[in-house]
T-cell receptor, first 113, second 112 residues
Framework: EAGVVQSPRYKIIEKKQPVAFWCNPI?????LYWYLQNLGQGPELLIR????????DSQLPKDRFSAERLKGVDSTLKIQPAELGDSAVYLC???????????FGPGTRLTVL | QKEVEQDPGPLSVPEGAIVSLNCTYS??????FMWYRQYSRKGPELLMY????GNKEDGRFTAQVDKSSKYISLFIRDSQPSDSATYLC????????????FGKGTRLSVIA
């Protein structure tokens, strides 16, 4: 069974540029999460989707960050414009809809210059 | 004070040693406790998942939860160089698709 797929794996952009990350969850997983992981820190939740509905986006900086999960499968996280402090790893995770077993993708490492 | 505290290490042990990794937490509502392993430049991988207090064993790994002390542990027996990674504790307050609260992670090196 394929795991959570994320692309790109690495992205380097200049500040004020836009950037987008893509996530394909494990087949059949209704719940999708985006996490932010800074160096030396644990992941912190940005947004959680139940199917196509964002049910917890309280930690998402909505002035520059946006996300969507059309058709309740793939998801895209966007930053516009990017700032130097956005340099981090962006992790996508999915779960089957019961319990707390979240499965993580490899992450996208963003560097903002 | 953060909800979950975890010593970031680094922790270096010789091959074959018993490793003890720990987290403390402040939120008494936490009931679900997990340990994730994260290799460099990879996503976290679920190792152990326990509910409430008690022990759970899986091969060389044992997870312990002491809710009265708000303290959880992960023991690794007969540690191997392939165990070298960052170990993250995570917890949440109830089942379902609730957000996990992670510790900072402890970086472990097992020296051959």
């Amino acid at each position: 069974e394929a795991g959570v797929v994320q692309s790109p794996r690495y992205k380097i952009i200049e500040k004020k540029q836009p950037v987008a990350f893509w996530c394909n969850p494990i087949s059949g997983h209704n719940t999708l999460y985006w996490y932010l992981q800074n160096l030396g820190q644990g992941p912190e939740l940005l947004i959680r989707y139940e199917n196509e509905e964002a049910v917890d986006d309280s930690q998402l900086p909505k002035d520059r960050f946006s996300a969507e999960r059309l058709k309740g499968v793939d998801s895209t996280l966007k930053i516009q414009p990017a700032e130097l402090g956005d340099s981090a790893v962006y992790l996508c995770a999915s779960s089957p809809g019961t319990g707390n077993e979240q499965f993580f993708g490899p992450g996208t490492r963003l560097t903002v210059l | 004070q953060k909800e979950v505290e975890q010593d970031p290490g680094p922790l270096s042990v010789p091959e074959g040693a018993i490793v003890s990794l720990n987290c403390t937490y402040s939120n008494s509502a936490f009931q679900y406790f997990m340990w994730y392993r994260q290799y460099s430049r990879k996503g976290p991988e679920l190792l152990m998942y326990t509910y409430s207090s008690g022990n759970k064993e899986d091969g060389r790994f044992t997870a312990q939860v002491d809710k009265s002390s708000k303290y959880i542990s992960l023991f690794i027996r007969d540690s191997q160089p392939s165990d070298s990674a960052t170990y993250l504790c995570a917890m949440s307050s109830y089942s379902g698709n609730t957000p996990l609260v992670f510790g900072k992670g402890t970086r472990l090196s097992v020296i051959a």
